[in-house]
């Protein structure tokens, strides 16, 4: 079974500060994709990367994907309180969609 | 606006009493998922549908059946819930296999 390790699995930080997730693999992937999911939510798309190396930014958000299409990286800047939620990486295995094992974030005021 | 809904939000039943979780999309794609997910663990593919061909996960247990009676909607039977069943269960779709998809708000089950 191919597995996606995420690090921290928990992270607690303030206001202003930045911070990253880490998701982890031996296997090799053709795409990853980040979601975040909000309690009581559905996760939502934030991105998909696709080419070993490839950085993508959505706004504070910034997403890499390891040279070896193994790993990626999630960094956000200057989190704010709307930034709170679980954060899942996820990867495509034969059609189906493999979770990451998440990590949950709470930025406080 | 297109979207993926799922009703009711909150179930709740008793132990053994069989329950039936309700999906609807009008994005009109062809492929459908549930998902189940306890607390602060990620989401585990129960099984799908691609149109009408239904595809379940080896390791889900029989007490979960799903119906699809036509493309807009999915349903999912749990015969006889057990306390372990007790979850959060997300709909998914997407236009094809392997295309990006997209969750409702999920359907948080208590068994007691």
């Known amino acids: 079974t191919q597995l996606l390790e995420q690090s921290p699995q928990f992270l607690s930080i303030q206001e202003g500060e930045n911070l990253t997730v880490y998701c982890n693999s031996s296997s090799v992937f053709s795409s990853l994709q980040w979601y975040r999911q909000e309690p009581g939510e559905g996760p939502v798309l934030l991105v998909t990367?696709?080419?070993?190396?490839e950085v993508k930014k959505l706004k504070r958000l910034t997403f890499q994907f390891g040279d070896a299409r193994k790993d990626s990286s999630l960094h956000i800047t200057a989190a704010q309180t709307g930034d709170t939620g679980l954060y899942l990486c996820a990867a495509l295995n034969t059609d189906k969609l493999i979770f990451g094992t998440g990590t949950r974030l709470q930025v406080f005021p | 606006d297109a979207m993926v809904i799922q009703n009711p939000r909150y179930q709740v039943t008793q132990f053994g009493k069989p329950v039936t979780l309700s999906c609807s999309q009008t994005?009109?794609?062809?492929?459908m998922y549930w998902y189940q997910q306890k607390s602060s663990q990620a989401p585990k593919l129960l099984f799908h549908?691609?149109?009408?061909?239904?595809?379940n996960e080896a390791d889900t247990p029989d007490n979960f059946q799903s119906r699809r009676p036509n493309t807009s909607f999915c349903f999912l039977d749990i015969r006889s819930p057990g306390l372990g069943d007790a979850a959060m269960y997300l709909c998914a779709t997407s236009r094809f296999r392997g295309g990006e998809q997209f969750f409702g708000p999920g359907t948080r089950l208590t068994v007691l």
């Open positions: 994005l009109n794609h062809n492929v």
């Open positions: 549908y691609y149109d009408k061909d239904f595809n």
């Open positions: 990367v696709v080419t070993g190396g």
